[in-house]
């Protein structure tokens, strides 16, 4: 049996954007969209929804990375307008593309491991809960057969 997958290496994994599940296999196909499948491993990654999270992520990493510089740099040494603009659209900028796909892995990550959406079935059959993928009916799982 495979040793489970932490969920600081899985976000890891995601962050590096490589499978969670074995850390080998390519998460994205294009910039931001994900594989259907691993092509190492078969893990099924249909059912991550990702959506405006990463975005919302990467506005506040990069926002709470560039403000302070930029007021740094104006109190210090006060440079013209159109210098900062020079600076900082180009920094923010690349500062979002470049973080933008590794926190969209990070958040896949995320879901695979804690079986968010449509991986909760995968957990529970890594987690050994399910081997055969079928889960019972609760009601008639705990129902007794009277003779």
């Not at 796909?101 to 529970?124: C, D, S």
């Amino acid at each position: 049996m495979i040793a489970p997958v932490s969920l600081q290496k899985a976000l890891w994994r995601g962050f590096t954007m490589k499978c969670p599940n074995c850390g080998q296999g390519r998460l994205f196909g294009r910039f931001l969209k994900v594989v259907g499948n691993c092509d190492v491993c078969g893990e099924d990654y249909t059912p991550q929804r990702a959506d405006d999270l990463p975005a919302y992520l990467v506005i506040a990493v990069v926002g709470h990375l560039v403000v302070p510089a930029l007021l740094a740099v104006e109190i210090a040494y006060s440079p013209p307008a159109w210098l900062q603009l020079l600076i900082w659209l180009p920094v923010t900028g690349l500062s979002a593309f470049f973080l933008l796909q590794p926190l969209k892995g990070t958040i896949v990550g995320l879901q695979w491991q804690t079986g968010m959406h449509g991986f909760e079935a995968g957990r529970r059959r890594r987690d050994g809960e399910d081997p055969d993928g079928v889960t019972p009916l609760p009601h008639l799982a705990s129902k007794e057969l009277v003779s």
